[in-house]
């Protein structure tokens, strides 16, 4: 079934029209389900994704079952065009956190346009200059912040990313973000609730007061952020008369960059509707 939507996605709405076309007519929108595992570290891409809405999480699996998060990505960025670099598997597990819509692509088929589009392989190379500022930052965030501050900071980044005030983030996978156990995760909660930095309830919503969790957060949550504004979003990119896309804190599409409507496939299964779902931990 064909369906019309705009450009939500902006990295894809950073596109001229001509090479944004390479793509469109192999888009197919899917929806992305809570807890869906996207791929598999260790296992072959063998789709990528651009989110409209939602976040994606990207988790480490450790050989002793821990887990996690090292980057989260919404509809600034793209999952699986990592791979583009050189055929190789996924060296991270994607799994879907905030439920939303994506626009998928075989690499085949993206590879083919990356190969005619010079503004492609750019938009592929500031993609990753802006995730591997992202697995920078995290890395030092994780050895030097304390566990309250970490949380604050990563509830942040969601919040950024996903429709609303409210999040639909469990305990379980607050621990996962995080690489520690549940029960740190419900004493720091506490901690945050207590601050009124946050509100949560039993079925796994969180809702934040966003200035008092902006003061528990540690300094790389702004870092992070005009670090990687600076990388994916320059001046050079926004249209004359409009803001730059980090002036807005919740990081939402802007539609006045690509304001035309699509014709694209709609998808009512398969990978990312259907797919496997994470496993517990």
């Known amino acids: 079934?064909?369906?019309?939507?705009?450009?939500?996605?902006?990295?894809?709405?950073?596109?001229?029209?001509?090479?944004?076309?390479?793509?469109?007519?192999?888009?197919?929108?899917?929806?992305?389900?809570?807890?869906?595992?996207?791929?598999?570290?260790?296992?072959?891409?063998?789709?990528?994704?651009?989110?409209?809405?939602?976040?994606?999480?990207?988790?480490?699996?450790?050989?002793?079952?821990?887990t996690v998060a090292t980057a989260v990505v919404g509809n600034e960025g793209a999952v699986g065009v990592l791979t583009m670099l050189g055929p190789s598997p996924s060296p991270m597990t994607a799994v879907v956190r905030v439920a939303g819509t994506a626009l998928q692509?075989?690499?085949?088929?993206?590879?083919?346009?990356?190969?005619?589009?010079?503004?492609?392989?750019?938009?592929?190379?500031t993609l990753t200059r802006a995730l591997m500022a992202q697995f920078q930052h995290v890395a030092a965030c994780n050895a030097l912040h304390s566990v309250e501050a970490r949380l604050a900071r990563w509830l942040l980044q969601v919040h950024d990313r996903a429709d609303g005030g409210v999040l639909p983030?469990?305990?379980?996978?607050?621990?996962?973000?995080?690489?520690?156990?549940?029960?740190?995760?419900?004493?720091?909660?506490?901690?945050?609730?207590?601050?009124?930095?946050?509100?949560?309830?039993?079925?796994?919503?969180?809702?934040?007061?966003?200035?008092r969790l902006e003061a528990s957060a540690c300094e790389c949550y702004q870092l992070m952020r005009r670090r990687?504004?600076?990388?994916?979003?320059?001046?050079?990119?926004?249209?004359?008369?409009?803001?730059r896309p980090t002036d807005n804190p919740r990081g939402q599409a802007s539609q006045s960059a690509k304001p035309e409507e699509i014709q694209i496939h709609r998808r009512t299964g398969g990978q990312g509707t259907t797919g496997s779902r994470a496993r517990s931990h």
Request: proline share 6%; charged share 25%; glycine share 8%.
């Open 1 to 66: 079934m064909e369906q019309r939507t705009r450009v939500g996605n902006r990295l894809l709405a950073a596109l001229p029209t001509a090479d944004l076309d390479l793509l469109v007519r192999h888009f197919r929108l899917i929806e992305l389900q809570r807890d869906a595992v996207l791929v598999r570290s260790g296992d072959p891409v063998q789709r990528i994704y651009f989110p409209l809405g939602g976040l994606i999480a990207f988790i480490m699996d450790m050989p002793n079952g821990q």
């Open 105 to 125: 692509i075989s690499p085949a088929q993206f590879q083919a346009a990356l190969e005619r589009s010079s503004a492609l392989r750019g938009a592929v190379q």
């Open 169 to 211: 983030l469990t305990q379980e996978t607050l621990a996962e973000f995080l690489g520690v156990r549940r029960t740190t995760v419900t004493q720091v909660i506490s901690k945050l609730r207590d601050s009124g930095a946050i509100r949560s309830n039993a079925r796994g919503s969180i809702e934040i007061d966003r200035p």
């Open 228 to 243: 990687i504004g600076r990388i994916v979003f320059p001046d050079e990119m926004t249209p004359p008369g409009h803001d």
